[in-house]
């Protein structure tokens, strides 16, 4: 059996192959979300807790 060899990729000519497993038409949306949800989260801890992390609260 012989060793076969696998293409090398050519950049950025093939660059366009990650939009087929990654399209973003699909995932930018709920990615966006998370990214919000997550600053949120981080925002909400921060204010919560006072002067320990805020230093606007005094």
């Avoid at 699909?26 to 204010?47: E, G, K, Q, R, Y």
Wanted: with cysteine; hydrophobic share 50%; aromatic share 12%.
């Amino acid at each position: 059996m012989a060793d076969q060899q696998i293409q090398r990729p050519r950049n950025p000519e093939d660059d366009w192959k990650i939009w087929t497993v990654c399209h973003p038409g699909t995932w930018l949306m709920p990615i966006l979300f998370v990214v919000l949800l997550t600053a949120l989260a981080v925002h909400s801890f921060v204010l919560a807790e006072g002067s320990k992390y805020n230093f606007l609260a005094g």
